[in-house]
Nanobody, 123 residues
Framework: QVQLVESGGGVVAAGDSLGLSCTAS????????MGWFRQAPGNEREFVAG????????NYGDAVKGRFAIARENSRRSVYLQMTRLKPGDTAMYYC????????????????WGQGTQVTVSS
């Protein structure tokens, strides 16, 4: 099992920046891709960003390309999401995820999910 704990959510104004963090614990972390999904009320879960274990590949959802950046520190078992130029449409619960193998955009491919951290962007 892998346990994921997110932090860093909050309420910000449109145009602001915000960073999220996620730390993993439990079984081996080696080889796991990590990433972020988000879900707004009434919407399906949406892929935000993912990064593979060796940091060779980073993938982003179309809605956040050019504004969000994902990074990880394997020594700290952590993944980060730096969000800039935030928009009201970015308001959602953000979930940290993990899976073995490469990054995918399908939420069903991820067996491990954090509890989520709320991001609210006011206009």
């Amino acid at each position: 099992q892998v346990q994921l704990v997110e932090s860093g959510g909050g309420v910000v104004a449109a145009g602001d920046s915000l960073g999220l963090s996620c730390t993993a614990s439990g079984r081996t972390f080696s080889g796991y891709s990590m990433g972020w999904f988000r879900q707004a009320p009434g919407n399906e879960r949406e892929f935000v960003a993912g990064i593979d274990y060796n940091r060779l590949n980073r993938n982003y959802g179309d809605a956040v390309k050019g504004r969000f950046a994902i990074a990880r520190e394997n020594s700290r078992r952590s993944v980060y999401l730096q969000m800039t130029r935030l928009k009201p449409g970015d308001t959602a619960m953000y979930y940290c995820v993990a899976k073995s193998g490469p990054v995918t955009a399908n939420p069903g491919d991820y067996p491990y999910w954090g509890q989520g951290t709320q991001v609210t962007v006011s206009s």
